[in-house]
């Protein structure tokens, strides 16, 4: 079965406190990685797509690397700004649907 | 480039009633997808249509129903409203990437 698991739940940071979120899956042939960021009562908003393995893409103080089993987004020097809950999906086998992991909520304090 | 459109933003029902949500998806977008959000089961799918046919369905009960009209946009109508069906309701378009709107706020009472 198609599965994305995602952690930490939750992560708090000092501002300037860099660390890492973890996405790892299992699906059949992965047709991409796609990292969103989400706001309290918004929709996700797009970060990120990876392929293949050893692929890394980087905007602003986030960078996200992908593996053959799981994918990790980096966050260097975080701000206040950068709170928001982290989504990593990956299609499905016939690519009809995105399949999400649970989400990580990151909270930065100044 | 017009975004993702979804109407109504919020919504206050009771249970019994039905609803209808509307998504107009990007320009020339021919897929749209359909996502229920809640805080204890997440993103889940729902459906996705593709030039007026749908191509897959989530594990939604059959109160849960969709179409897409020619012009791409597409709608959701959710009969006999439950408590558990309050979430909020995403709408992805899709050509190379997915797009998601801001999303409507179901409140069922």
């Known amino acids: 079965e198609d599965q994305v698991t995602q952690s930490p739940e939750a992560l708090r940071l000092q501002e300037g406190e860099s660390s890492s979120l973890n996405c790892s899956y299992t699906?059949?042939?992965?047709?991409?990685l796609f990292w969103y960021r989400q706001d309290p009562g918004k929709g996700p908003e797009f970060l990120f797509t990876?392929?293949?393995a050893g692929e890394e893409k980087e905007k602003e103080r986030l960078k996200a690397t992908l593996t053959k089993k799981e994918s990790f987004l980096h966050i260097t020097a975080p701000k206040p700004e950068d709170s928001a809950t982290y989504l990593c999906?990956?299609?499905?086998?016939?690519?009809?649907?995105?399949?999400f992991g649970k989400g990580t909520t990151l909270s930065v304090s100044s | 480039k017009a975004g993702v459109t979804q109407t109504p933003r919020y919504l206050i029902k009771t249970r019994g009633q039905q609803v209808t949500l509307s998504c107009s998806p990007i320009?020339?977008?021919?897929?749209v997808s359909w996502y229920q959000q809640t805080p204890g089961q997440g993103l889940q799918f729902l459906f996705e249509?593709?030039?007026?046919?749908?191509?897959n369905k989530g594990n939604f009960p059959g109160r849960f129903s969709g179409r897409q009209f020619s012009n791409s946009r597409s709608e959701i109508n959710v009969s006999t409203l439950e408590l558990g069906d309050s979430a909020l309701y995403l709408c992805?378009?899709?050509?190379?990437?997915?797009?998601f709107g801001s999303g409507t706020r179901l409140t069922v009472v």
């Open positions: 320009s020339g977008h021919r897929s």
């Open positions: 699906v059949s042939g992965l047709r991409g």
């Open positions: 990876l392929y293949s």
């Open positions: 992805a378009s899709s050509s190379y990437g997915y797009t």
């Open positions: 249509y593709f030039s007026e046919t749908q191509r």
């Open positions: 999906a990956v299609p499905n086998q016939a690519g009809t649907a995105l399949i």
